[in-house]
């Protein structure tokens, strides 16, 4: 079991994967709405992975990913992206991301990327 973090501005999206996560036994530790939170929750929680969104206000994922992995260089990250977000994709691999799920996504491929990060 491992503890979570998910960082997604769309209350939807982070109840659908907390449902996912915690379905398979994970612990969800915390939710952030925009990319500050995500890296103050992780700095406060120390996940053993997170789920990041690409897109949100203030700060948006790729500016979390890059102040968390700068703070805890081995930080396991999951890029969640709508679909055409190529780009920034790839600039979140280069950043360190380990795995990512494109939207609309299915539990599958959600345990699937988490799991892969995790080992």
């Known amino acids: 079991m491992a503890k979570i973090l998910i960082v997604d501005d769309s209350k939807m999206s982070r109840k659908m994967l907390r449902n996912v996560l915690e379905g398979i036994g994970h612990d969800i530790i915390a939710e952030a709405g925009n990319g500050q939170e995500g890296v103050e929750l992780y700095k406060q929680h120390r996940p053993d992975a997170v789920t990041m969104d690409i897109t949100m206000p203030q ?53 699937n990327a988490i799991n892969e990060v995790l080992k």
């Open 59 to 111: 700060m948006d994922g790729l500016g979390c990913l890059k102040e968390i992995k700068e703070w805890d260089p081995d930080a396991r990250v999951v890029m969640v992206t709508a679909a055409g977000q190529s780009s920034k994709l790839m600039e979140a691999l280069k950043l360190g991301a380990k795995e990512f799920i494109c939207k609309p996504y299915e539990p599958e491929q959600v345990i």
